[in-house]
């Protein structure tokens, strides 16, 4: 009975697996062809199909299941010259698999499990003609990678990323003597033997970026002209005190440890040099003032040295910097900083002094001549020789946020505050930020003979503007932002600005619009969070031609006040991105109304109207009435009195 009893469990059981026998096998989703690539990523193979195009060029058979990688998982083809197997599960490859494949320039064979073959200790073959290879992603530690590398004559860029090497060897890139493009970024290296890359005579770029590397004491690879060292631990960065030209161009060397300006060969040739989120504290390359090393970088251009702890830059630094164009030293603890001798930085056309400590800026005459950009937002900055930006004359872009400034007035006659500064007559000046100044108040003609396109008056809480503050903006300004000014109405008069195409005035306390004109060109107006109750239909109606973008969440609107308002904006082409949080207010309503949902019929208030017209009727009623009634009562006198008497 028990047999008989487990026969009955287990004959559906048997049934199905029958069943799912005789099933035919399921077909995976083909691969795509285009002309000699063929394209078979995401199929869940475990090998290339069998009827590959006998020509075929490119194989991607990236992201499927592929354990192992030999001549039938191929399909026997060798005439390749592009095979992608990223992403694969792939812990075995036949020896010597590639030596027949002479015309296989590209392979990639990153995010599988390489590691395990590499316990092995067998070489993969020669890679006769591969010029690429990817080993990226897997598993990859020390030594591993000669297996793969140990014949590789003609191989030009490698890929080591995201392994685990901790220590290049002398001989690791032995095999490899064409290589001119080494990527190490993500391994753990700590250790580089001496001579590790000086056989490899056209090595151009090297990345060791992402590793544990603590110092560099003997650089000399004269060649490389592209060196990646960033996120590692170096504390110290030293080459060869020799006088052979090394043609390094691009050297990142940020987020170290560094105390100390790296010290570079001095027949160089660097245009690129990152330093910052370092350890610095002086830009001499010794630390010892008294033994202060002179620096030259007469091709450097992009200098970056953000994120450190110097206190202060002199400008002998600069004296060998004759091609520099972008300079940043923002976030630092700089609290003076001076270009006075009109011969330095004529090429500069960026300087980042932001987030420092400044007290001091000076700026000489014929200074700077090229300068475009310049940040001096987070300084806390109260004085400035009220001329220091006219002596530049070719300022485009001035940030100022976060500082202590006054504005100047254009008027001589103008009673200016102390220590102002101007902003007038300059020629070129187009971005001006001013944000959070603690400014009191706006003078008129303030940016008189600027042509500003965009002004920043944000975060001044109580700034008074002038109403002729805008005064010579007419024809420039394009983007006004004023927002959290706590600002209740504008005295200054935004219609003549004619460019003026997006304002921000959110974050105020206006009850009421500017004045618009048909003339306006506003295409995106904020007006959140105010105190805006109607809004004028003219106004708006004047806006309409132009805008295109306008913000209105966060006011006491009136539902019904603003009828004509609401009815442009559900059926205009306004957008209004704010839209689901833009409520009114209906008295007949316990809670604000959704600007979408109100319509004309929520505001004719019927039942009013219904007792008015009763109530009139009934005054009708009662008027008739009592007109009838005194008319019956005058033709009753009229009556003649036909009683006679006895």
Same mark, same amino acid.
């Given at each position: 009975?028990?047999?008989?009893?487990?026969?009955?469990?287990?004959?559906?059981?048997?049934?199905?697996?029958?069943?799912?026998?005789?099933?035919?096998?399921?077909?995976?989703?083909?691969?795509?062809?285009?002309?000699?690539?063929?394209?078979?990523?995401?199929?869940?193979?475990?090998?290339?199909?069998?009827?590959?195009?006998?020509?075929?060029?490119?194989?991607?058979?990236?992201?499927?299941?592929?354990?192992?990688?030999?001549?039938?998982?191929?399909?026997?083809?060798?005439? =390749?010259?592009?095979?992608?197997?990223?992403?694969?599960?792939?812990?075995?490859?036949?020896?010597?698999?590639?030596?027949?494949?002479?015309?296989?320039?590209?392979?990639?064979?990153?995010?599988?499990?390489?590691?395990?073959?590499?316990?092995?200790?067998?070489?993969?073959?020669?890679?006769?003609?591969?010029?690429?290879?990817?080993?990226?992603?897997?598993?990859?530690?020390?030594?591993?990678?000669?297996?793969?590398?140990?014949?590789?004559?003609?191989?030009?860029?490698?890929?080591?990323?995201?392994?685990?090497?901790?220590?290049?060897?002398?001989?690791?890139?032995?095999?490899?003597?064409?290589?001119?493009?080494?990527?190490?970024?993500?391994?753990?290296?700590?250790?580089?033997?001496?001579?590790?890359?000086?056989?490899?005579?056209?090595?151009?770029?090297?990345?060791?970026?992402?590793?544990?590397?603590?110092?560099?004491?003997?650089?000399?690879?004269?060649?490389?002209?592209?060196?990646?060292?960033?996120?590692?631990?170096?504390?110290? =960065?030293?080459?060869?005190?020799?006088?052979?030209?090394?043609?390094?161009?691009?050297?990142?060397?940020?987020?170290?440890?560094?105390?100390?300006?790296?010290?570079?060969?001095?027949?160089?040739?660097?245009?690129?040099?990152?330093?910052?989120?370092?350890?610095?504290?002086?830009?001499?390359?010794?630390?010892?003032?008294?033994?202060?090393?002179?620096?030259?970088?007469?091709?450097?251009?992009?200098?970056?040295?953000?994120?450190?702890?110097?206190?202060?830059?002199?400008?002998? =630094?600069?004296?060998?910097?004759?091609?520099?164009?972008?300079?940043?030293?923002?976030?630092?603890?700089?609290?003076?900083?001076?270009?006075?001798?009109?011969?330095?930085?004529?090429?500069?056309?960026?300087?980042?002094?932001?987030?420092?400590?400044?007290?001091?800026?000076?700026?000489?005459?014929?200074?700077?001549?090229?300068?475009?950009?310049? =940040?001096?937002?987070?300084?806390?900055?109260?004085?400035?020789?009220?001329?220091?930006?006219?002596?530049?004359?070719?300022?485009?872009?001035?940030?100022?946020?976060?500082?202590?400034?006054?504005?100047?007035?254009?008027?001589?006659?103008?009673?200016?505050?102390?220590?102002?500064?101007?902003?007038?007559?300059?020629?070129?000046?187009?971005?001006?930020?001013?944000?959070?100044?603690?400014?009191?108040?706006?003078?008129?003609?303030?940016?008189?003979?600027?042509?500003?396109?965009?002004?920043?008056?944000?975060?001044?809480?109580?700034?008074?503007?002038?109403?002729?503050?805008?005064?010579?903006?007419?024809?420039?300004?394009?983007?006004?932002?004023?927002?959290?000014?706590?600002?209740?109405?504008?005295?200054?008069?935004?219609?003549?600005?004619?460019?003026?195409?997006?304002?921000?005035?959110?974050?105020?306390?206006?009850?009421?619009?500017?004045?618009?004109?048909?003339?306006?060109?506003?295409?995106?107006?904020?007006?959140?969070?105010?105190?805006?109750?109607?809004?004028?239909?003219?106004?708006?109606?004047?806006?309409?031609?132009?805008?295109?973008?306008?913000?209105?969440?966060?006011?006491?609107?009136?539902?019904?006040?603003?009828?004509?308002?609401?009815?442009?904006?559900?059926?205009?082409?306004?957008?209004?991105?704010?839209?689901?949080?833009?409520?009114?207010?209906?008295?007949?309503?316990?809670?604000?109304?959704?600007?979408?949902?109100?319509?004309?019929?929520?505001?004719?208030?019927?039942?009013?109207?219904?007792?008015?017209?009763?109530?009139?009727?009934?005054?009708?009623?009662?008027?008739?009435?009592?007109?009838?009634?005194?008319?019956?009562?005058?033709?009753?006198?009229?009556?003649?009195?036909?009683?006679?008497?006895?």
């Amino acid at each position: 009975m028990i047999t008989m009893a487990a026969f009955q469990l287990l004959f559906p059981l048997l049934i199905s697996c029958v069943a799912a026998s005789a099933r035919p096998p399921r077909h995976l989703p083909p691969c795509q062809v285009v002309q000699m690539d063929v394209f078979c990523s995401d199929l869940s193979l475990r090998s290339a199909p069998v009827n590959l195009p006998h020509d075929v060029q490119m194989l991607d058979l990236s992201r499927n299941q592929v354990q192992n990688l030999t001549q039938e998982t191929l399909a026997y083809h060798t005439g =390749f010259h592009h095979l992608n197997l990223h992403s694969n599960k792939i812990h075995f490859i036949q020896p010597g698999l590639f030596k027949d494949m002479t015309d296989l320039k590209v392979l990639d064979l990153s995010k599988n499990h390489l590691n395990v073959f590499a316990l092995s200790k067998i070489n993969t073959g020669p890679l006769t003609a591969v010029e690429s290879l990817d080993l990226s992603s897997n598993g990859l530690y020390t030594g591993m990678s000669d297996y793969f590398l140990a014949d590789s004559p003609l191989l030009a860029n490698l890929s080591l990323n995201s392994n685990s090497i901790t220590k290049i060897a002398q001989n690791t890139f032995s095999g490899s003597s064409s290589l001119r493009k080494i990527s190490l970024h993500n391994n753990v290296i700590l250790e580089i033997e001496d001579g590790a890359f000086d056989s490899l005579d056209h090595l151009t770029e090297l990345d060791l970026s992402k590793n544990s590397i603590t110092c560099i004491t003997d650089f000399n690879l004269c060649n490389l002209k592209v060196l990646n060292l960033s996120k590692n631990s170096m504390e110290l =960065f030293q080459s060869t005190t020799s006088t052979r030209p090394y043609k390094l161009l691009t050297l990142d060397l940020s987020e170290n440890k560094m105390p100390y300006f790296p010290l570079l060969p001095r027949n160089n040739v660097l245009e690129y040099l990152d330093v910052s989120r370092n350890h610095l504290q002086s830009v001499n390359v010794t630390g010892d003032p008294e033994k202060q090393t002179n620096v030259y970088f007469s091709r450097l251009r992009y200098l970056d040295m953000s994120y450190n702890q110097l206190k202060s830059i002199p400008e002998s =630094f600069f004296y060998c910097m004759a091609s520099l164009e972008v300079l940043n030293v923002s976030n630092n603890c700089i609290s003076s900083f001076s270009i006075t001798n009109e011969g330095l930085l004529q090429t500069v056309k960026i300087i980042n002094l932001s987030y420092n400590s400044l007290q001091s800026l000076i700026f000489g005459e014929n200074a700077l001549q090229s300068l475009e950009k310049l =940040f001096l937002n987070g300084n806390d900055l109260t004085t400035l020789d009220h001329q220091i930006f006219q002596r530049l004359p070719s300022i485009k872009h001035l940030q100022l946020q976060q500082n202590n400034l006054q504005i100047c007035s254009s008027d001589q006659n103008h009673q200016d505050p102390p220590a102002c500064v101007s902003f007038s007559s300059l020629r070129n000046l187009q971005f001006l930020y001013l944000s959070e100044n603690n400014l009191r108040t706006l003078p008129a003609n303030a940016f008189a003979n600027t042509p500003l396109k965009l002004l920043d008056l944000s975060l001044n809480p109580g700034l008074d503007m002038d109403k002729d503050s805008l005064s010579g903006l007419e024809h420039s300004l394009v983007h006004l932002l004023l927002r959290e000014n706590n600002i209740s109405s504008l005295n200054t008069d935004l219609s003549s600005l004619r460019s003026l195409k997006h304002i921000d005035l959110s974050t105020n306390q206006l009850t009421v619009l500017p004045m618009w004109n048909k003339d306006s060109s506003i295409e995106s107006l904020n007006l959140q969070h105010n105190n805006l109750v109607t809004l004028e239909y003219r106004t708006m109606l004047a806006l309409e031609r132009s805008l295109k973008t306008l913000y209105m969440g966060s006011n006491p609107l009136s539902c019904c006040s603003n009828l004509d308002f609401l009815h442009m904006v559900q059926h205009s082409g306004v957008v209004v991105p704010d839209i689901e949080t833009v409520t009114c207010v209906h008295e007949d309503y316990s809670e604000p109304v959704n600007i979408e949902k109100v319509t004309k019929e929520m505001c004719h208030r019927p039942g009013i109207q219904n007792y008015i017209i009763a109530v009139v009727v009934i005054v009708l009623a009662v008027m008739i009435a009592l007109a009838l009634l005194v008319k019956c009562c005058h033709s009753r006198k009229r009556k003649p009195n036909r009683s006679f008497s006895a």
